[in-house]
């Protein structure tokens, strides 16, 4: 669940910003915007909300769970009095760079028994409705952290847990198992407060993980969902589970799946690994899909479900046996890999050493103009540097392996440090530095475009975020769901690299990769005739047409039954249906279209290419006409009189008559390729080519229309997609809408 980020107030930056600069002085132990009195803050507060630490280094003793919006006073206490005897330093700080969490509270308090105010410290806050994530920034402390859920005012006489149910679909067979897959819908409502989170875990022991979509399970065997629901004021409603089990739809498939296995890690000249050896095992099957994968350690180990890369840290020699089983049943031969692990010769029990420089082009102020450039060093005498990581704004740490560029404007915090070939890692330096807004800055070099809030893989959304990645490009960017993948067995393997090396990055953690990994198979990305390199922007579900945003006259309807839009016959008016998610460069855009107009008539129709956002343009009072002015229209009309531009014309540019690859009747889907490459538009009708257009050359308008700004007949090099409606009178319907950049 999502909150919206808040605006910060100009007063609380700055003070924030000196805090912060006085912490990384030395000047005092707290960098956290307000006033740190005990007194004061107590009586100027409406409410008290204290935590307490003490000897243990992974979770905080006591931590309020829910607040209400308004005035608070923030007590954090680690002293002799809360049961630390060791003189361990502790911290609270409220996270501000994860967009699931509110960030207008900047607080990051240190305290130990020996400080001046023997540990206890208090700030005045000001908290806003939703979630704050709060954590120790000590390195070694991950485990203390958690989640404060804050209300609107007048929500505290909600006592009453939500209530919840679950249900399973799907189609069954005589002995009451699920034919190929079940899906279960999770459902919960809370008259109170009203629902916060839902959250379900698969298995007796699976983790639990955020509900935002209904639950597919296809994994033959018999399944338990656990699910509970909070409500905003902090009422937990009690655990229940559903039951159910998975069958192997019928096939004639008898292969077993292909399996593998590699072994990595760091190895000494003999070959053997040094400290651990990682052992990934990997499973396709071109049948009913690969529904388990089982290893076991030793000849006589029993048999595990496999689920990430196991870890040996026992030194020894080693034998890692694995199996899979598809969905029909059919069990791989056991395979097995050997291997030895000793211990990693050293002695040093020293820490590396690491600096940090930063560069770039800096204005009065001493803020760096657009970007700065964050270089890290890091040396190690003994045993040598294994590692430099870095962590920016709080995030988690990522692996460092060249100068980082930071360019988004505001203020910021780097931390930075290394561990050596002994295991030594050194206390985390940190810095801090603004950047202003400047001229542009080059983008990153990724294999695609996708800065969608959450992972998609194909049509399939994960619901995790799509976090930036150490190289700036997203994880969408990195997954590559719209490259011409030649087997769906390639396909997830490419995925189970990048999930691999973001989990050894700390970008996404065990949950989130799991979900990611099972979007991948459930998309089918690969498989012959099913993705072909396309990714669909509507594949006739209400949830994909979601995805489409109107503007202007008319409307569209669904026709579930047939995966298809039709124009409306009573609301008139030309307007156009959008995919705002993203712009594209070259691309092949594929569709069906069908003439649905009543009478005797044609339908006038099109689709638009290559036009910017309509909502940049605000002085057009019409907003589908941002499409008319800056893109192309790739017209849609088999009439045979009237309007010159018939279906292929780019209109206003280029003419093609009826003809080509003949007018098909009204009533009967055509298929429409439009191929965009640089400034060369070709338009294909039923597989045949129609219309070959090179839009350079200085082509003038046939005729001019008065104020469209593209003078020369050039247009964008990127933009988004539409259809046009043009009234009730030219029905036209689409369906199976699909895309592949070039």
């Given at each position: 669940?999502?909150?919206?980020?808040?605006?910060?107030?100009?007063?609380?930056?700055?003070?924030?910003?000196?805090?912060?600069?006085?912490?990384?002085?030395?000047?005092?132990?707290?960098?956290?915007?307000?006033?740190?009195?005990?007194?004061?803050?107590?009586?100027?507060?409406?409410?008290?909300?204290?935590?307490?630490?003490?000897?243990?280094?992974?979770?905080?003793?006591?931590?309020?769970?829910?607040?209400?919006?308004?005035?608070?006073?923030?007590?954090?206490?680690?002293?002799?009095?809360?049961?630390?005897?060791?003189?361990?330093?502790?911290?609270?700080?409220?996270?501000?760079?994860?967009?699931?969490?509110?960030?207008?509270?900047?607080?990051?308090?240190?305290?130990?028994?020996?400080?001046?105010?023997?540990?206890?410290?208090?700030?005045?806050?000001?908290?806003?409705?939703?979630?704050?994530?709060?954590?120790?920034?000590?390195?070694?402390?991950?485990?203390?952290?958690?989640?404060?859920?804050?209300?609107?005012?007048?929500?505290?006489?909600?006592?009453?847990?939500?209530?919840?149910?679950?249900?399973?679909?799907?189609?069954?067979?005589?002995?009451?198992?699920?034919?190929?897959?079940?899906?279960?819908?999770?459902?919960?409502?809370?008259?109170?407060?009203?629902?916060d989170t839902v959250e379900y875990a698969l298995g007796r022991d699976g983790p639990w993980q955020p509900y935002t979509a209904p639950v597919v399970v296809d994994e033959v065997g018999s399944h338990t969902l656990r699910y509970r629901a909070t409500d905003k004021a902090g009422n937990a409603a009690p655990e229940r589970s559903v039951d159910f089990a998975v069958a192997a739809p019928p096939t004639d498939d008898t292969t077993p799946p292909d399996t593998s296995a590699t072994v990595s890690g760091e190895r000494d000249a003999a070959g053997a690994y040094l400290g651990m050896a990682t052992v990934t095992v990997t499973a396709s099957d071109t049948g009913s899909g690969v529904n388990t994968i089982e290893y076991a350690l030793g000849a006589d180990g029993g048999w595990k479900p496999y689920?990430?890369?196991?870890?040996?840290?026992?030194?020894?020699?080693?034998?890692?046996?694995?199996?899979?089983?598809?969905?029909?049943?059919?069990?791989?031969?056991?395979?097995?890999?050997?291997?030895?692990?000793?211990?990693?010769?050293?002695?040093?029990?020293?820490?590396?050493?690491?600096?940090?420089?930063?560069?770039?082009?800096?204005?009065?102020?001493?803020?760096?103009?657009?970007?700065?450039?964050?270089?890290?060093?890091?040396?190690?005498?003994?045993?040598?540097?294994?590692?430099?990581?870095?962590?920016?704004?709080?995030?988690?740490?990522?692996?460092?392996?060249?100068?980082?560029?930071?360019?988004?404007?505001?203020?910021?915090?780097?931390?930075?440090?290394?561990?050596?070939?002994?295991?030594?890692?050194?206390?985390?330096?940190?810095?801090?530095?603004?950047?202003?807004?400047?001229?542009?800055?080059?983008?990153?070099?990724?294999?695609?475009?996708?800065?969608?809030?959450?992972?998609?893989?194909?049509?399939?959304?994960?619901?995790?975020?799509?976090?930036?990645?150490?190289?700036?490009?997203?994880?969408?960017?990195?997954?590559?769901?719209?490259?011409?993948?030649?087997?769906?067995?390639?396909?997830?393997?490419?995925?189970?690299?990048?999930?691999?090396?973001?989990?050894?990055?700390?970008?996404?953690?065990?949950?989130?990769?799991?979900?990611?990994?099972?979007?991948?198979?459930?998309?089918?990305?690969?498989?012959?005739?099913?993705?072909?390199?396309?990714?669909?922007?509507?594949?006739?579900?209400?949830?994909?047409?979601?995805?489409?945003?109107?503007?202007?006259?008319?409307?569209?309807?669904?026709?579930?039954?047939?995966?298809?839009?039709?124009?409306?016959?009573?609301?008139?008016?030309?307007?156009?249906?959008?995919?705002?998610?993203?712009?594209?460069?070259?691309?092949?855009?594929?569709?069906?279209?069908?003439?649905?107009?009543?009478?005797?008539?044609?339908?006038?129709?099109?689709?638009?290419?290559?036009?910017?956002?309509?909502?940049?343009?605000?002085?057009?009072?019409?907003?589908?006409?941002?499409?008319?002015?800056?893109?192309?229209?790739?017209?849609?009309?088999?009439?045979?009189?009237?309007?010159?531009?018939?279906?292929?014309?780019?209109?206003?540019?280029?003419?093609?008559?009826?003809?080509?690859?003949?007018?098909?009747?009204?009533?009967?889907?055509?298929?429409?390729?439009?191929?965009?490459?640089?400034?060369?538009?070709?338009?294909?009708?039923?597989?045949?080519?129609?219309?070959?257009?090179?839009?350079?050359?200085?082509?003038?308008?046939?005729?001019?229309?008065?104020?469209?700004?593209?003078?020369?007949?050039?247009?964008?090099?990127?933009?988004?997609?539409?259809?046009?409606?043009?009234?009730?009178?030219?029905?036209?319907?689409?369906?199976?809408?699909?895309?592949?950049?070039?």
């Amino acid at each position: 669940m999502t909150t919206a980020r808040r605006r910060r107030r100009p007063g609380a930056f700055w003070t924030a910003l000196l805090a912060s600069l006085l912490m990384v002085l030395g000047l005092t132990s707290t960098a956290a915007y307000g006033r740190e009195d005990d007194t004061a803050a107590d009586a100027a507060a409406e409410q008290v909300l204290t935590w307490t630490a003490g000897d243990p280094i992974d979770r905080y003793l006591s931590f309020p769970k829910t607040a209400v919006a308004g005035k608070a006073t923030i007590v954090f206490e680690n002293s002799a009095a809360t049961g630390n005897t060791t003189s361990m330093p502790h911290t609270l700080t409220f996270s501000v760079s994860d967009p699931e969490f509110n960030d207008d509270v900047q607080l990051n308090i240190l305290a130990n028994p020996g400080d001046a105010q023997g540990g206890r410290h208090s700030v005045e806050v000001t908290l806003s409705p939703g979630r704050y994530f709060y954590h120790c920034t000590i390195p070694g402390h991950g485990q203390m952290q958690g989640i404060l859920t804050v209300t609107e005012g007048g929500g505290g006489d909600d006592t009453d847990a939500p209530q919840t149910s679950a249900k399973v679909d799907g189609d069954k067979n005589a002995e009451g198992a699920y034919i190929g897959q079940a899906t279960v819908t999770v459902a919960a409502t809370d008259t109170g407060s009203g629902v916060d989170t839902v959250e379900y875990a698969l298995g007796r022991d699976g983790p639990w993980q955020p509900y935002t979509a209904p639950v597919v399970v296809d994994e033959v065997g018999s399944h338990t969902l656990r699910y509970r629901a909070t409500d905003k004021a902090g009422n937990a409603a009690p655990e229940r589970s559903v039951d159910f089990a998975v069958a192997a739809p019928p096939t004639d498939d008898t292969t077993p799946p292909d399996t593998s296995a590699t072994v990595s890690g760091e190895r000494d000249a003999a070959g053997a690994y040094l400290g651990m050896a990682t052992v990934t095992v990997t499973a396709s099957d071109t049948g009913s899909g690969v529904n388990t994968i089982e290893y076991a350690l030793g000849a006589d180990g029993g048999w595990k479900p496999y689920t990430a890369p196991v870890m040996v840290h026992e030194v020894g020699e080693h034998t890692v046996r694995y199996r899979a089983t598809d969905r029909s049943g059919n069990t791989a031969a056991e395979k097995s890999v050997g291997f030895t692990v000793v211990e990693p010769p050293s002695q040093d029990r020293t820490a590396p050493e690491t600096s940090l420089k930063l560069e770039g082009d800096k204005n009065s102020d001493g803020a760096f103009i657009t970007s700065a450039r964050a270089a890290v060093s890091a040396t190690d005498d003994d045993s040598g540097v294994s590692k430099v990581e870095y962590s920016l704004d709080g995030g988690p740490y990522l692996a460092y392996t060249a100068p980082v560029i930071v360019d988004r404007v505001g203020h910021h915090t780097f931390a930075h440090r290394a561990t050596d070939k002994a295991g030594n890692t050194s206390e985390a330096r940190k810095a801090s530095f603004t950047v202003a807004r400047g001229g542009g800055v080059p983008a990153p070099n990724c294999a695609e475009f996708d800065e969608r809030h959450t992972v998609f893989v194909g049509t399939v959304d994960t619901g995790v975020p799509n976090r930036i990645t150490r190289n700036r490009c997203t994880v969408n960017e990195l997954i590559e769901d719209e490259k011409d993948w030649s087997s769906h067995a390639l396909f997830l393997k490419h995925v189970t690299a990048v999930l691999d090396r973001l989990l050894t990055d700390g970008v996404v953690d065990q949950r989130e990769r799991k979900a990611v990994d099972r979007a991948a198979r459930q998309s089918g990305i690969g498989r012959p005739g099913q993705s072909e390199g396309y990714t669909k922007l509507f594949d006739g579900t209400a949830a994909s047409l979601a995805r489409w945003q109107h503007v202007g006259g008319g409307a569209f309807g669904l026709n579930a039954a047939e995966g298809s839009i039709t124009s409306s016959t009573s609301v008139d008016g030309m307007g156009m249906l959008w995919f705002p998610a993203r712009a594209y460069g070259d691309f092949s855009l594929k569709l069906q279209w069908r003439d649905d107009a009543p009478g005797a008539g044609n339908a006038n129709g099109g689709v638009f290419v290559r036009f910017p956002k309509v909502h940049d343009h605000p002085e057009e009072s019409r907003p589908e006409w941002v499409a008319v002015k800056y893109g192309h229209e790739v017209q849609i009309n088999d009439r045979p009189d009237g309007d010159m531009y018939k279906t292929g014309s780019l209109y206003g540019f280029d003419r093609v008559g009826l003809g080509g690859a003949g007018v098909t009747p009204k009533g009967t889907w055509n298929d429409y390729e439009i191929r965009v490459v640089d400034q060369r538009y070709e338009v294909y009708r039923n597989g045949v080519l129609i219309n070959s257009f090179d839009n350079r050359g200085g082509q003038l308008f046939e005729p001019p229309r008065g104020d469209d700004p593209g003078t020369d007949g050039r247009r964008f090099a990127s933009g988004y997609i539409g259809l046009q409606v043009h009234g009730v009178s030219d029905v036209i319907s689409y369906r199976d809408i699909r895309i592949k950049e070039l």
